[in-house]
């Protein structure tokens, strides 16, 4: 099975200055936040989709008919790839959001047999909803490297906004007839 980890984690230290209130932490976490998703996606993605991705990404083995039928066709030793229906629409299509505490990488991907969220009747999953959870999941594998370089991108994007020339300095201390002035 693939692995897969949620979330991102990067480890990184408060602004030189005291004076960036929360707001702007806030608004830089979710500038590099949504700059990371979009590396990732640009970057790591489109390598799922090519020879060296089962031995990487820890595909399952395909069966025996599967690939029969890709060497009948002439489509090579791509496992994610039989039409490239699914690598396009992967690669083209993306919503990010992001928040101060995560980002949110959204793909669609055209797979016949649903979207991954079954219901289970008690009788558990039928072998086609097995075979669609796992290329979900490879799809969404994240390799170790991976990690390392999207934690030091956010890193990088998250200090390169703190530092940039110009970020406002905003001061909450009041002057005498309680007008806020700057520090």
């Known amino acids: 099975m693939a692995q897969y980890t949620p979330h991102l984690v990067s480890t990184w230290s408060f602004p030189r200055d005291p004076r960036l209130y929360l707001r702007d932490h806030a608004t830089f976490m979710r500038e590099s936040f949504r700059e990371t998703m979009r590396e990732h996606h640009e970057r790591h993605i489109p390598w799922h989709f090519l020879p060296f991705a089962s031995a990487k990404y820890g595909y399952l083995k395909r069966s025996p008919m599967y690939v029969a039928r890709k060497v009948r066709m002439g489509l090579g030793n791509v496992d994610n790839v039989f039409t490239g229906r699914t690598r396009d629409a992967v690669t083209t299509s993306?919503?990010?959001?992001?928040?101060q505490s995560?980002?949110?990488?959204?793909?669609?991907?055209?797979?016949?047999g649903g979207t991954g969220r079954?219901?289970?009747?008690?009788?558990?999953?039928?072998s086609q909803q097995k075979q669609v959870i796992a290329r979900i999941e490879e799809i969404r594998a994240i390799a170790s490297d991976e990690v390392q370089h999207l934690a030091e991108f956010f890193r990088n994007q998250y200090v390169k906004r703190v530092n940039l020339p110009g970020t406002p300095f905003r001061s909450r201390n009041r002057d005498s007839q309680g007008r806020f002035v700057k520090s």
């Open 94 to 99: 993306r919503t990010i959001t992001a928040t």
């Open 102 to 112: 995560r980002g949110r990488l959204v793909m669609r991907l055209p797979f016949e």
């Open 118 to 126: 079954f219901k289970n009747y008690g009788n558990g999953l039928t």
